[in-house]
């Protein structure tokens, strides 16, 4: 458990609207990700942080933004929901000898 | 298309019985991640295995690397209905380290 809080867990949004998701960890970790999880594709990362203020595109990163004001602190938006975007979403944080640690996961549906 | 295969997709036995799943890729990875997923809940990290031909042990599971680094496989001995989950392989992505790749998983269901 490397203590890792994402926020909401469950939400319905409308298609347009800005959606930001929150992702709390307690274990001082440099590395924080995330990643979106639908069927068929596994997990795919969107951006990735490695530092405060430090960030980078992951796979599929269209439509997200990402910030990081401080260490435990690592938010997701979406700037305009669509569709395409209904899926869930994991925070993850990297531990020593590359040891990742997930969230439980925000589930977003955009009708 | 997916770096990391998976297969089978879906496989739902008996408690009791044995089984592997799989996990290959054309390229080659300098290590592999299995994890297990539960309903509701994040991956967890089983196992790392960072050597061709590396063969690890978790209990009931062993992990096994490709001599050539391209594929894994997991075996599970007399399964049980607390190994149900969706399982998970996972390595360095070719375009950074830093990110991984994760393949699209076999959703495992062990029957009573």
């Known amino acids: 458990d490397a203590g890792i809080t994402q926020s909401p867990r469950h939400k319905v949004t409308e298609t347009g609207t800005p959606v930001t998701l929150r992702c709390h960890q307690t274990?001082?970790?440099?590395?924080m990700y995330w990643y979106r999880q639908d069927p068929g594709h596994g997990l795919r990362l969107i951006h990735y942080?490695?530092?405060?203020?430090?960030?980078d595109k992951g796979e599929v990163s269209d439509g997200y933004s990402v910030s990081r004001s401080k260490t435990e602190d690592f938010l997701l938006t979406l700037e305009s929901a669509t569709s395409s975007q209904t899926s869930v979403y994991f925070c993850?944080?990297?531990?020593?000898?590359?040891?990742?640690?997930f969230g439980e996961g925000s589930w977003l549906t955009v009708v | 298309t997916q770096l990391l295969e998976q297969s089978p997709q879906f496989l739902s036995i008996q408690e009791g019985e044995n089984l592997t799943v799989y996990c290959n890729s054309s390229?080659?990875?300098?290590?592999l991640q299995w994890y297990r997923q539960e309903p509701g809940e994040g991956p967890v990290l089983l196992v790392t295995?960072?050597?061709?031909?590396e063969v690890k042990k978790l209990k009931r599971l062993t992990f096994q690397f490709g001599d050539a680094r391209k594929d894994s496989s997991l075996h599970i001995t007399a399964a049980q209905t607390g190994d149900t989950g969706l399982y998970l392989c996972?390595?360095?992505?070719?375009?950074?380290?830093?990110?991984?790749?994760f393949g699209s998983g076999t959703q495992l269901t062990v029957l009573p």
């Open positions: 993850a944080t990297e531990g020593g000898r590359n040891t990742i640690y």
């Open positions: 942080s490695y530092g405060v203020k430090d960030t």
């Open positions: 390229s080659v990875f300098s290590s």
């Open positions: 295995v960072v050597t061709g031909g």
């Open positions: 274990e001082n970790h440099r590395y």
């Open positions: 996972a390595g360095p992505s070719p375009s950074s380290a830093r990110q991984l790749t």
